[in-house]
């Protein structure tokens, strides 16, 4: 196989682990790390730091750090690991730095992320994934892993379907990492989506925790009807949730400590000036527009967090 080059932009706690893994493993191809501030100054001088029970050598040094995607060349492959919030942005500064060969994988919670990216960048490949891994940035340029192995769940490009992608396949198995491939990712992550967007969004409305979503009554049943008119939107879109997926999104959220936060609410309450929003809510509601649906639940929690957050 000829050398690849491999970009990984962000690294937070998903890129940060991933482009690790993907570091450490592929000496045979050249992997760059694109990183802004403090975090591009730390790992240029360090590298870039996974605390992991699945690693004891802890540190890797990528082949390239860049501080601007303006820097890239040539990519072959890309993993955009970035907020939801800075994606336009990126796709932007790509659409100068990429060849039409270049495939794309980003790594971001959101079932409208593979529409944004086509948007901006019509002619590439982009690989709609599902991730599934508690890492978080400890301090700038150190990542911090507990509990089970990350997991990746990637599909083909609708678009491209017929694209020969093994290449990329081998890349992430070289790489280590828990993945799972499958002609059609969409129900996964729709089914992810159902879970972090309805317990975000009433979490955050009532700064609660998963377990109290789960035990009162009131939470619980606006969470059931924000699972209801998303399940609706998947349907009209011909994604096809399993039946009975508003219990098994129950079911999956008892499994966490009571107290578990959620990152909306943490961003929401805290004040912070970005948050997600826009990804869990927002999506949805411009969907039920395109499809003209009602969307009554999922609207007025959106507006009443927005009023919050101005």
Not at 107 to 127: A, E, F, H, S, W
Request: aromatic content about 8%.
């Amino acid at each position: 196989m000829n050398k690849k080059n491999i970009v990984v932009i962000g690294l937070g706690g998903v890129g940060g682990y991933f482009g690790f893994k993907i570091n450490k493993t592929n000496k045979q191809n050249q992997v760059s790390f694109v990183a802004r501030g403090k975090t591009y100054e730390i790992v240029k001088e360090k590298g870039l730091t996974l605390l992991s029970p699945e690693h004891q050598n802890n540190t890797t040094h990528p082949d390239n750090i860049y501080e601007h995607l303006a820097e890239i060349q040539n990519p072959d492959l890309i993993f955009i690991c970035v907020k939801e919030y800075d994606l336009e942005n990126v796709c932007i500064q790509l659409s100068k730095v990429i060849t039409k060969n270049t495939i794309l994988l980003p790594m971001m919670n959101g079932v409208d992320i593979y529409d944004r990216i086509r948007t901006k960048l019509p002619d590439n490949i982009i690989l709609p994934s599902c991730i599934y891994v508690a890492s978080h940035i400890k301090e700038k340029g150190i990542i911090e892993h507990k509990g089970k192995a990350g997991k990746l769940i990637f599909g083909r490009d609708p678009e491209h379907f017929s694209e020969d992608i093994n290449w990329v396949i081998d890349v992430i198995n070289n790489s280590k990492i828990d993945y799972y491939f499958k002609d059609n990712s969409l129900i996964d992550i729709w089914t992810k989506f159902i879970f972090i967007a309805s317990f975000g969004l009433v979490t955050a409305k009532y700064n609660s925790s998963i377990g109290i979503v789960c035990s009162d009554n009131t939470q619980k049943e606006e969470a059931t009807e924000i699972m209801k008119e998303i399940k609706l939107i998947a349907t009209h879109k011909g994604i096809l949730l399993q039946d009975n997926i508003i219990g098994k999104t129950f079911e999956k959220a008892s499994i966490f400590p009571p107290e578990t936060p959620t990152s909306l609410q943490l961003d929401i309450n805290s004040g912070k000036e970005n948050n997600e929003l826009e990804l869990f809510a927002g999506s949805i509601i411009r969907y039920g527009k395109e499809l003209k649906i009602e969307l009554p639940f999922t609207k007025k929690i959106y507006g009443e967090l927005k009023k919050e957050t101005l």
